[in-house]
């Protein structure tokens, strides 16, 4: 990865520091700017959020950052590099399933969400990363079919996954995977040609 200048980093965080309620529209639309200047800089703010929010994890919820780090992150995901940003923005970072988890509840993200996260972070470079992404998305699949995966709430939400999945090409590049771990989920043979069929529609 090409070395970003310093300035950049401290742009970035110069904003988190002086985020406030009062001020949280106005410092968003200043670091959204970043993810327009590429992939690099997409990094540097990304991996500058989520240090953000795991240096105030023992502190009160903050409100301001969450928001604000929620708006950044859904932004990326539908970007082309979302799955380039999100490995190397956490690559040298210290990763657990609990991290992962604490990520996404702060961030208040939906199922398809995490389930996107964790496939992601398994194709990481880092051994640690892949491992956790892997166990990540698993619990996540294993919680949405644990109850009864023939469920037609179930499988409203599987299909929701699909199609939010193939909203851009990064994360429909993912849809494999999730299509491979869902295989060994106990559904029913129509309600899995089904699933089948629409994807291949799309």
Request: proline fraction near 4%; charged fraction near 25%; hydrophobic fraction near 40%.
């Amino acid at each position: 990865m090409a070395k970003v200048p310093s300035t950049t980093a401290n742009e970035i965080l110069s904003l988190l520091q002086s985020l406030t309620k009062a001020n949280a529209d106005s410092v968003l639309h200043n670091l959204s700017q970043f993810i327009k200047l590429g992939t690099e800089k997409s990094i540097v703010l990304l991996k500058a959020c989520f240090d953000n929010l795991n240096r105030h994890k023992t502190e009160p919820k903050n409100p301001p950052l969450e928001k604000v780090v929620a708006s950044i992150f859904r932004n990326l995901l539908v970007r082309p590099n979302f799955c380039t940003v999100l490995r190397k923005s956490l690559r040298e970072s210290k990763i657990s399933h609990g991290t992962i988890e604490n990520f996404s509840d702060a961030l208040h993200l939906s199922l398809p969400e995490k389930i996107c996260i964790g496939l992601a972070l398994s194709n990481s470079e880092n051994f640690d990363i892949r491992i956790c992404g892997k166990n990540f998305y698993v619990a996540r699949i294993e919680e949405l079919c644990a109850a009864d995966p023939d469920n037609p709430n179930s499988r409203e939400q599987i299909l929701s996954i699909i199609s939010f999945f193939q909203q851009s090409e990064c994360l429909s590049g993912l849809l494999d995977s999730f299509l491979k771990i869902l295989s060994f989920v106990q559904l029913k043979d129509d309600i899995f040609t089904e699933i089948l069929d629409i994807c291949q529609e799309k």
